[in-house]
């Protein structure tokens, strides 16, 4: 008896059924995955920070989270796209 036959769920070498794609996970809140963001978008929040506007503000504005407006504004991630770029937290809101 083969190997092959002995396991209820073995099939020969290169015929075994094509695995179906996993399921991809999307954002929480974009529905996509990855940064949603644009360029041009990540320049316009660095604009608005730089005159003021809260990080609860942009985040809502953009629908992204603190910490990654935090992380936009102050150049952590996305450096090269440009703009502005504030190290202090702005206080309040516009």
């Keep these: 008896m083969s190997r092959a036959t ?17 399921e991809r996970r999307v954002g929480r809140r974009s529905g996509s995955v990855g940064n949603h963001l644009s360029d041009e978008k990540v320049v316009a929040l660095r604009k608005r920070a ?24 102050t150049g952590a991630t996305r450096k090269y796209v440009g703009g502005p770029i504030t190290k202090k937290k702005a206080q309040g809101g516009k």
């Design 50 to 73: 730089a005159d003021g506007e809260g990080d609860a503000d942009l985040a809502m504005r953009f629908n992204i989270s603190k910490a990654t407006v935090a992380n936009l504004r």
């Design 6 to 22: 002995q396991l209820p769920n073995s099939y020969p070498k290169g015929k075994a059924p094509k695995k179906e794609e996993p």
